[in-house]
């Protein structure tokens, strides 16, 4: 079983409608986590951290269950430029080598 | 600021050649790391630093050295080269004080044939 699994889609999702993932960790240990979003053919970029108190970053919103061990992406009045891959990150322990485990990403499709 | 870059952006290697990849960053970060990401597979560690002359093993280390000789730059190394190494390389930094957020350089895409 990966660490982190994704669905990898794409969700095609009409230019403003809403639009929510999971991802699955499998180590109760992991301390830290976030939702990257990556390009075709580009570098992965930070989106967002996970707050254990979910957070809120514009149309963004995402949530941790640690009892059920998932994180949730949700993306609100989704843009065409939402149109992505979306990678659930999470680590054990930030000072110990900032070791990330990276899930394969969502792909997301936003259409007019 | 650059940022982190890395070179080359592109290569094919035939089996068995070695190459060296670069990293340079400018942010002055004391971790470092490479990953190499396959379709469907994600990002996977490969080797990291947590500082100058450090460097440690990550997920899939076989097959590659790593080589931390100044702070700004990660080298990684493939002294010969296998078809199951094709992939796209991503080299990365991060610091506490940057609250450890991990910046990707673009990517180098090597084809091994």
């Known amino acids: 079983r990966k660490e982190v699994e994704q669905d990898p889609g794409p969700f095609n999702v009409p230019e403003g409608a809403t639009v929510a993932f999971n991802c699955t960790y499998s180590?109760?240990?992991?301390?830290?986590f976030f939702w990257y979003r990556q390009d075709c053919r580009k570098e992965p970029k930070l989106l967002m951290s996970?707050?254990?108190s979910g957070n809120e970053d514009g149309r963004f919103t995402a949530q941790l269950n640690r009892a059920s061990q998932y994180i949730s992406l949700l993306i609100r009045d989704s843009k065409l430029s939402d149109s992505a891959t979306y990678l659930c990150?999470?680590?054990?322990?930030?000072?110990?080598?900032?070791?990330?485990?990276f899930g394969g990403g969502t792909r997301v499709l936003v259409k007019p | 600021n650059a940022g982190v870059t890395q070179t080359p952006k592109f290569r094919v290697l035939k089996t068995g050649q070695s190459m060296t990849l670069l990293c340079a960053q400018d942010?002055?970060?004391?971790?470092m790391y490479w990953y190499r990401q396959d379709p469907g597979m994600g990002l996977r560690l490969i080797h990291y630093?947590?500082?100058?002359?450090t460097t440690a093993k990550g997920e899939v280390p076989d097959g590659y050295n790593v080589s931390r000789l100044k702070k700004q730059n990660f080298l990684l190394g493939l002294e010969s080269a296998a078809p199951s190494q094709t992939s796209v390389y991503f080299c990365?930094?991060?610091?506490w004080g940057a609250g450890w957020e991990q910046y990707f350089g673009p990517g180098t895409r090597l084809t091994v044939t």
């Open positions: 942010m002055n970060h004391e971790y």
């Open positions: 996970v707050y254990s």
């Open positions: 180590n109760s240990a992991s301390q830290s």
């Open positions: 990150v999470v680590t054990r322990a930030l000072s110990a080598g900032n070791k990330l485990t």
């Open positions: 630093s947590v500082g100058e002359g």
């Open positions: 990365a930094s991060s610091s």
